[in-house]
């Protein structure tokens, strides 16, 4: 019954910033790991970045130096700060929680959201 909302998404010039938001319903960020994803159309989704309690977090090769991940625990939150956005980003982006905290986990534990779409162009 847990609910993801993601927001933040739009357009975007290359070279640019956006900052998404996820939020949740219920106080379920302090025990989880939460991660962003992405999906265009005709390729399968792909975990871009992912953030535990302790742990440092990791990102995918596409996006590291320029995502970062973070999460606010007292406000059910997590974000990504998309800097220097190429065309390549564009996608909709989701969140969810991981059962592992690997980039290549499977499963996670909640429904998918609608997602919020990024659009990197001129």
């Known amino acids: 019954q847990v609910q993801l909302v993601e927001s933040g998404g739009g357009l975007v010039q290359p070279g640019g910033s956006l900052r998404l938001s996820c939020a949740a319903s219920g106080s379920i960020f302090s025990g989880n790991i939460m991660a962003w994803y992405r999906q265009t159309p005709g390729k399968q989704r792909e975990m871009v970045a992912v953030?535990?309690?302790?742990?440092?977090?990791k990102y995918a090769d596409s996006v590291k130096g320029r995502f970062t991940i973070s999460r606010d625990n007292n406000k059910n939150t997590v974000y990504l700060q998309m800097n220097t956005l190429k065309p390549e980003d564009t996608a909709v982006y989701y969140c969810?929680?991981?059962?592992?905290?690997?980039?290549?986990?499977?499963?996670?534990?909640?429904?998918w959201g609608q997602g919020t779409q990024v659009t990197v162009s001129p």
């Open positions: 953030i535990s309690s302790g742990d440092s977090p």
């Open positions: 969810n929680a991981p059962v592992g905290a690997t980039l290549t986990s499977r499963f996670v534990r909640y429904t």
